[in-house]
């Protein structure tokens, strides 16, 4: 028996099939970051070209901080850093080392007002990460905030946005609010290790308590790992039980 309504429904999905082929055919979906026609259905966050040059950090590399090692072969094993100093969170992730095509993308993303690539590379990370994160298991998804100075020029927090897309794709709460910047610290480009750990101390805390919750800290781009490191422990002091980060970008650490 045809359940009542679905006749309807069947007449209005059908119309809908037809706009979207006629919206494909005069506005054909291309990928975010190289322009090209995708053809594939459901329409994929970037064509494979770019998929496939956004590649996962290879081993050997750390298995706490993700800092690519140089040489070819091997097993991970900590680097230098994390084995005098272990990071203050369980693990860091990313999509892929921060060069060529990716750090163009996130250079767009973050200065250049390219907002839409939020649900571009958003999603890629979250395709990635899926397996990690469902066995971390966070409670909620917080960004690394900008100082209200910073956010004032800038207009949007590129780590905000895209923790918005991860939490939409792995169905997780995202508090924007929870960590605040209290400091605006001046910017972290060109400074030592110690010097970005010396300008971050103090500069964040917790706006709630977070009673034993597991949390995912999103940014875009890890370096030495000092705002990662600042965040981390902020979030611990304030209350949550264990710490992982997700970033779209590694970067080889400053030498
Ligand atoms: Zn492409
Ligand atoms: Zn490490």
């Known amino acids: 028996m045809t359940a009542p309504g679905a006749g309807w429904r069947g007449w209005m999905a059908a119309l809908q099939g037809e706009l979207r082929g006629f919206l494909d ?8 970051l190289c322009g090209q026609v995708l053809s594939e259905r459901p329409v994929p966050p970037a064509c494979p070209a770019c998929r496939t ?30 084995l005098r ?14 060069e060529d095509l990716l750090r163009l993308a996130v ?11 939020d649900r571009c590379l958003g999603t890629l ?18 960004p690394v905030p900008l100082h209200r100075e910073r956010l004032r020029q800038r207009t949007y927090n590129q780590s905000l946005l895209l923790a918005r897309t991860l939490g939409r794709r792995w169905h997780r709460p995202v ?39 597991r949390v995912l800290l999103i940014d875009d781009v890890l370096t030495t790992g000092a705002t990662a ?26 030498r």
Not at 25 to 32: D, E, I, K, T
Not at 107 to 115: D, G, P
Not at 232 to 247: D, F, H, I, N, S
């Open 229 to 254: 490191r600042e965040c981390a422990a902020t979030l611990l002091q304030g209350g949550a039980e264990a710490v992982a980060v997700a970033v779209l970008g590694r970067a080889r650490r400053l």
């Open 107 to 117: 250079q767009r993303f973050k200065y250049q007002e390219a907002v839409g690539l």
């Open 53 to 82: 040059a956004i590649s996962p950090i290879p081993s050997p590399r750390c298995p706490l901080c993700e800092e690519p090692f140089l040489t070819e072969g091997g097993s991970d094993h900590l680097c230098e850093v994390c």
């Open 25 to 32: 055919w005069w506005l054909p979906p291309a990928c975010p």
């Open 125 to 142: 990370l979250a395709e990635r990460l899926r397996a990690a994160v469902t066995e971390f298991a966070p409670a909620v998804l917080v």
């Open 175 to 213: 508090a924007a609010r929870l960590l605040e910047r209290t400091r605006a610290t001046p910017s972290q480009q060109g400074l030592s290790a110690e010097e970005r750990r010396r300008n971050l101390r103090g500069a964040f805390v917790v706006r709630q308590p977070l009673d034993g919750a």
């Open 85 to 98: 100093q272990p990071p203050p969170f369980t693990w860091c992730r990313s999509l892929g080392c921060y």
